[in-house]
């Protein structure tokens, strides 16, 4: 990437909000309205994909210069489905409740396209550091996303919060909300709301320059 | 050998629990591909007959390592064979189609990183389907998701035209068009049983 | 063209290729056999005390099971390999057998339902229920885990055979809720009416096959050797 030099911080932060991967990128969608009908799914998904971001951004960077550039893909690939594979008998081996609400969506990680486009962008041109940071950085704005919907799905369609009940009896639960129609509601609400505060944020600093002689 | 029915496998992979709108599977094409009817079409048809030649080498690949008991190479074969077939086709297609292959771009390549496709070798082996089974399932979920497609085609050209404020444009817009579709989708569960 | 571009890296020789590719699948086989055999054993005992809670929680009165799996003609043998949908026999601390235990799975309204179903020799019935896998609707579907009423359906679902031990006589079958009068009848669920019949659906075709077997080989698994080393 040529241009300003990104200092080490914003290595992280910047995966948070400014380039969240599910909000901005819109990176990863399927894993983030599968698994995001409670808040404990949704927790237990981003962490898994963070840890398979993070041990593949290691990897990949740390061979960059051993990959010839026309086999990068099958590489990454099966370096990626690795991990999957891992991660995937390390949560069976933790709690086999888990793994049956996760179902196939453990296996699912290695299709998401911000692991490989991360490791493609990212991962192979940098250093092990920076590399390091970006993959903490994007998979905690994933894991963190991801719980925003699961939040959400979760309050209004099971009226409780990583399965303590919120509300009595008599709250008639929304449903439709841990259905797949609801994922994508629930997505579209705080995509709504992420571009408002972005085009307020623009109009802001737009004001805000102008007004400067 | 599940002892469910080929009709309901059909059934249920392509309307009951279609793959895009109850699976959530395949979205990343779903909502890229989608503005345009043609390129969906093309999409769609592209994506069956990679479940197809997929759902085949699934069934294969699960008999040769259950003999030599490697499970735990399941993953990273099917998706090997999936990024082989989607090469296959992207050959096949520059060779027999050069316009078709422009016009889908990007989107070719991308097919490999479909989770649709990968979560379709995975289902058919946690059901345990057996050979003509597979082929069912592979069919019924090709020809949902080209239908998911397409509806949604259908509805974002429309909407292209419409009225809708400058926020919602977009991705917004498409999820909650896709939430509708989903909702009306609801209506088939409990078909061919 | 003659514009200079980036720096153009020498193509890339075939060995290079080679050793990035084998490389990687080395590694990434080592990584995926080491976890695989550091998890197994964990693996297998979380599998196991899941299934054991399980029985346990719908023939109480089982302290062993073995698994067992059909050999054709109606033989029952000891199983040697962990079947997808086990089928056991319980036996209480003196080794005698209480009970068997057995996995089906059928279509539901939404998906697969898997389940877990105590038969009880003596009654001729099935004794206990438990739902191991189920992608109902929430708050509708999903009642069949957990709603007493539907539960108690499975006190004692009567599963008696015919004459001649081939198949259930009465087959069993789901009515509308509060419309139970024979006991092999399950009371079906208001509002949920395709999950309930599949219920019904898949514990008759299942113990159309199974309780024929059960019972005909009921003498050869009567008792069993508790073994010193349990």
């Known amino acids: 990437m040529l241009g300003k030099e990104v200092s080490t911080t914003d290595e992280f932060v910047k995966g948070l909000w400014r380039e969240n991967p599910v909000f901005i990128q819109v990176l990863g969608l399927c894993p983030a309205l599968a698994v995001s009908n409670t808040a404990i799914n949704a927790l237990t998904m981003g962490l898994a994909t963070t840890f398979v971001l993070l041990m593949s951004a290691m990897s990949v960077s740390a061979l960059r210069s051993f990959i010839p550039r026309e086999a990068r893909i099958v590489s990454f690939i099966c370096i990626i489905a690795s991990f999957v594979t891992a991660v995937d008998y390390l949560i069976q081996a933790i709690s086999i409740e888990l793994s049956r609400s996760l179902g196939a969506f453990i296996a699912l990680i290695v299709v998401n396209c911000l692991i490989l486009g991360r490791a493609e962008a990212f991962a192979s041109k940098n250093t092990l550091g920076r590399s390091v940071l970006d993959a903490l950085g994007m998979g905690v704005g994933f894991t963190v996303a991801l719980l925003w919907i699961g939040v959400v799905r979760e309050i209004l369609g099971s009226g409780s919060l990583f399965g303590v009940a919120l509300f009595p009896d008599t709250f008639q639960t929304w449903t439709i909300m841990v259905l797949p129609s609801g994922g994508f509601f629930a997505m579209a609400m705080w995509l709504l709301l992420v571009n408002w505060l972005n085009e307020r944020t623009a109009e802001a600093e737009k004001r805000a320059q102008e007004a400067t002689p | 050998m599940s002892d469910a029915s080929h009709w309901?496998?059909?059934?249920?992979?392509?309307?009951?629990?279609?793959?895009?709108?109850?699976?959530?599977l395949g979205l990343c094409p779903f909502f890229g591909v989608s503005a345009r009817l043609e390129t969906a079409v093309r999409m769609g048809g592209a994506v069956s007959f990679v479940m197809l030649v997929a759902s085949v080498c699934a069934y294969l690949i699960n008999l040769l390592l259950d003999v030599v008991n490697a499970p735990y190479l399941k993953i990273i074969s099917y998706i090997l064979v999936i990024a082989s077939t989607v090469q296959l086709v992207e050959m096949l297609m520059r060779k027999l189609s050069p316009p078709t292959f422009r016009a889908m771009g990007i989107y070719l390549p991308l097919i490999t990183t479909?989770?649709?496709?990968?979560?379709?070798?995975?289902f058919q082996t946690n059901r345990g389907y057996g050979f003509t089974q597979a082929i069912a399932y592979a069919l019924g979920a090709g020809i949902g998701f080209a239908l998911a497609l397409v509806l949604m085609a259908g509805v974002r050209e429309k909407l292209d035209l419409a009225n809708v404020p400058d926020l919602v444009k977009g991705t917004a817009a498409a999820l909650i068009v896709a939430g509708i579709l989903s909702m009306g989708f609801m209506g088939f569960a409990g078909l061919g049983r | 063209m003659n514009i200079p571009g980036p720096i153009q890296q020498p193509p890339t020789s075939a060995w290079s290729m080679y050793r990035a590719i084998v490389g990687i699948g080395a590694m990434c086989a080592l990584l995926i056999v080491t976890v695989y055999q550091t998890t197994a054993d964990r693996i297998r005992e979380n599998q196991e005390r899941f299934l054991a809670a399980a029985v346990s929680q719908i023939l109480p009165a089982a302290q062993t099971t073995v698994a067992v799996v059909q050999t054709g003609?109606?033989?029952?043998?000891?199983?040697?390999?962990?079947?997808?949908?086990?089928?056991?026999?319980?036996?209480?601390a003196d080794g005698e057998l209480v009970g068997a235990v057995v996995t089906a799975q059928g279509m539901g309204y939404q998906d697969n339902i898997r389940v877990l179903y105590a038969y009880s020799f003596e009654l001729d019935a099935i004794v206990g229920f438990k739902v191991l896998d189920s992608k109902e609707t929430p708050g509708l579907g999903d009642k069949i885990e957990k709603?007493?009423?539907?539960?108690?359906?499975?006190?004692?679902?009567?599963?008696?055979?015919t004459p001649d031990g081939d198949a259930l006589l009465h087959p069993i079958v789901t009515v509308k809720q509060g419309q139970k009068l024979q006991p092999w009848q399950l009371d079906g669920i208001t509002g949920a009416t395709i999950t309930s019949e599949a219920i019904g659906n898949i514990?008759?075709?299942?113990?159309?096959?199974?309780?024929?077997?059960?019972?005909?080989?009921?003498?050869?698994?009567?008792?069993?050797?508790?073994s010193e080393e349990q």
């Open chain 3, 147 to 161: 709603e007493p009423h539907f539960l108690a359906n499975f006190e004692a679902l009567d599963a008696t055979l």
């Open chain 3, 73 to 92: 003609a109606g033989r029952l043998e000891e199983a040697v390999e962990t079947s997808a949908l086990p089928v056991f026999m319980g036996y209480d």
């Open chain 3, 203 to 226: 514990l008759n075709d299942s113990a159309n096959t199974w309780a024929p077997v059960l019972e005909k080989n009921s003498h050869a698994f009567a008792i069993r050797e508790i």
């Open chain 2, 114 to 122: 479909n989770c649709a496709i990968l979560g379709l070798a995975l």
């Open chain 2, 8 to 24: 309901s496998v059909f059934v249920n992979a392509a309307l009951v629990n279609n793959f895009v709108l109850a699976y959530f």
